[in-house]
């Protein structure tokens, strides 16, 4: 990777890892007569709003290669001529209304592409990112190009860590203004407004995906959305959000009590998390495979469960049953960069895992420059514990009386951004305290 430090803006240094992305892209595909086309996309009309769109987003294999939020566009690649940049030139009305340069977009006009189609009628082709219109790519073709390419994209040059670095700070100042106002009578929605706030006011162009603020019972459900319920007195509250620059993504939980305080049962149950976390953290190095960091988070989690009266047996036991997972129900964490779900992937080789419950969105060894989630938790989950067959199944596994009387306990995640490194791993999100 290149040298990091650099900054943000720093367009030279832009220019130059774009051409070596490109570089390490066609040389990872190594193709012969194939040729390959990706679309940027297309705006999406907001139904029955006149001529409002939704904020445009370039799909993210198009964007890695162009650095470029603009509709309409086609990258294509023949392994004879090398790349060529189609754009939408800037209309007139772009520069009325939007105040866009002429002289934005650097390329070959788009309607141009045909052009470049045609004489290439008789060849293969595949297509990323977005489809473009009267291309008919070979399936068997585009599933093998889009591996070669996440092979490339998941190591993160300076860029890339540098925007994401960017991000990371905002969302770290975002955490650090809401926990002083977090008390009961504030909503959900009052937090989510604050945190957000900040996190644009520090250095974030975006977010990277919808914030989730749940308290109480809600903290129980992975993806709340902020409600107008008031936080109260007892309660957790738990805040899984981050801010973006430039299309690279924060992504980062933590779990508060919301009068300031945990009581003995919540802190017993936080601290626990939280060392699963600091475990899995420490397996995140080089050749590690992702589904062992899973079962190291698990196998912690599985212990400290039984140490608290909630499951039965030995920790490896209960994570092949699956036991775990009724209060760990998702997997360790994902890949992140270029948005929260970053070039993930299951390698093809792989022959799903009977023994991680429920599957991962990632499996594969981590090599330097990856960038993870880390993000274990302990929730205790209605629709889960109310399972006829579950609780069969698990019946001298769990301590179901005590499960039940934890039903209003709601949940508790920590998540953290980590760098796998050449000699071990560096957690980005670091300087975003953990309550304990």
Same mark, same amino acid.
């Given at each position: 990777?290149?040298?990091?430090?650099?900054?943000?803006?720093?367009?030279?240094?832009?220019?130059?890892?774009?051409?070596?992305?490109?570089?390490?892209?066609?040389?990872?595909?190594?193709?012969?007569?194939?040729?390959?086309?990706?679309?940027?996309?297309?705006?999406?009309?907001?139904?029955?709003?006149?001529?409002?769109?939704?904020?445009?987003?370039?799909?993210?294999?198009?964007?890695?290669?162009?650095?470029?939020?603009?509709?309409?566009?086609?990258?294509?690649?023949?392994?004879?001529?090398?790349?060529?940049?189609?754009?939408?030139?800037?209309?007139?009305?772009?520069?009325?209304?939007?105040?866009?340069?002429?002289?934005?977009?650097?390329?070959?006009?788009?309607?141009?592409?045909?052009?470049?189609?045609?004489?290439?009628?008789?060849?293969?082709?595949?297509?990323?990112?977005?489809?473009?219109?009267?291309?008919?790519?070979?399936?068997?073709?585009?599933?093998?190009?889009?591996?070669?390419?996440?092979?490339?994209?998941?190591?993160?040059?300076?860029?890339?860590?540098?925007?994401?670095?960017?991000?990371?700070?905002?969302?770290?100042?975002?955490?650090?203004?809401?926990?002083?106002? &977090?008390?009961? #009578? %504030?909503? !959900?929605?009052? =937090?989510?407004?604050?945190?957000?706030?900040? /996190? $644009?006011?520090? @250095?974030?162009?975006?977010?990277?995906?919808?914030?989730?603020?749940?308290?109480?019972?809600?903290?129980?459900?992975?993806?709340?959305?902020?409600?107008?319920?008031?936080?109260?007195?007892?309660?957790?509250?738990?805040?899984?959000?981050?801010?973006?620059?430039?299309?690279?993504?924060?992504?980062?939980?933590?779990?508060?009590?919301?009068?300031?305080?945990?009581?003995?049962?919540?802190?017993?149950?936080?601290?626990?998390?939280?060392?699963?976390?600091?475990?899995?953290?420490?397996?995140?190095?080089?050749?590690?495979?992702?589904?062992?960091?899973?079962?190291?988070?698990?196998?912690?989690?599985?212990?400290?469960?039984?140490?608290?009266? &909630?499951?039965? #047996? %030995?920790? !490896?036991?209960? =994570?092949?049953?699956?036991?775990?997972?009724? /209060? $760990?129900?998702? @997997?360790?964490?994902?890949?992140?960069?270029?948005?929260?779900?970053?070039?993930?992937?299951?390698?093809?080789?792989?022959?799903?895992?009977?023994?991680?419950?429920?599957?991962?969105?990632?499996?594969?060894?981590?090599?330097?420059?990856?960038?993870?989630?880390?993000?274990?938790?302990?929730?205790?989950?209605?629709?889960?514990?109310?399972?006829?067959?579950?609780?069969?199944?698990?019946?001298?596994?769990?301590?179901?009386?005590?499960?039940?009387?934890?039903?209003?306990?709601?949940?508790?995640?920590?998540?953290?951004?980590?760098?796998?490194?050449?000699?071990?791993?560096?957690?980005?999100?670091?300087?975003?305290?953990?309550?304990?």
């Amino acid at each position: 990777m290149a040298e990091a430090g650099i900054a943000a803006g720093d367009e030279t240094e832009v220019a130059w890892q774009l051409e070596r992305r490109r570089r390490g892209v066609a040389d990872r595909w190594g193709l012969g007569r194939e040729v390959v086309v990706f679309g940027a996309g297309e705006t999406v009309p907001v139904p029955g709003r006149g001529d409002l769109t939704y904020p445009f987003r370039a799909h993210s294999e198009y964007f890695y290669l162009t650095d470029r939020e603009r509709p309409g566009g086609v990258l294509a690649f023949d392994p004879d001529t090398g790349w060529v940049d189609f754009v939408v030139p800037v209309s007139r009305d772009e520069r009325l209304w939007e105040g866009a340069p002429a002289d934005e977009q650097v390329g070959v006009p788009v309607e141009d592409f045909e052009a470049w189609r045609s004489a290439r009628r008789d060849r293969p082709v595949g297509s990323l990112g977005a489809p473009v219109l009267g291309v008919a790519p070979r399936p068997e073709l585009t599933i093998e190009l889009r591996s070669g390419l996440n092979h490339v994209r998941r190591r993160k040059d300076a860029v890339e860590l540098e925007r994401m670095r960017v991000a990371e700070r905002a969302t770290s100042a975002g955490f650090a203004a809401i926990v002083p106002v &977090l008390s009961p #009578g %504030r909503t !959900e929605r009052e =937090v989510q407004i604050e945190l957000e706030a900040e /996190f $644009f006011r520090r @250095g974030a162009d975006a977010l990277a995906f919808g914030t989730i603020v749940a308290s109480g019972t809600n903290s129980a459900v992975l993806h709340n959305a902020p409600t107008t319920k008031k936080l109260c007195d007892g309660e957790l509250v738990l805040i899984d959000a981050g801010g973006e620059y430039r299309g690279y993504a924060s992504d980062v939980t933590r779990t508060y009590p919301a009068s300031g305080r945990f009581t003995p049962e919540q802190a017993a149950i936080h601290e626990l998390v939280h060392s699963a976390a600091r475990v899995a953290t420490r397996s995140c190095t080089s050749g590690t495979e992702w589904r062992d960091v899973h079962r190291t988070g698990a196998r912690v989690i599985a212990e400290g469960l039984a140490e608290f009266g &909630l499951l039965r #047996g %030995r920790p !490896e036991a209960l =994570v092949e049953s699956g036991a775990v997972s009724l /209060f $760990f129900p998702h @997997g360790i964490g994902h890949m992140v960069g270029l948005g929260v779900r970053d070039a993930s992937e299951i390698l093809p080789d792989r022959e799903p895992n009977a023994t991680v419950t429920p599957g991962l969105r990632t499996d594969m060894p981590l090599a330097p420059g990856h960038v993870v989630t880390v993000e274990p938790g302990i929730y205790f989950v209605p629709a889960l514990l109310g399972e006829p067959e579950t609780r069969e199944r698990l019946r001298n596994e769990v301590d179901w009386d005590r499960a039940e009387a934890m039903l209003g306990f709601g949940g508790i995640r920590i998540e953290n951004n980590v760098l796998v490194t050449e000699d071990g791993y560096e957690v980005l999100t670091s300087d975003i305290p953990v309550l304990s």
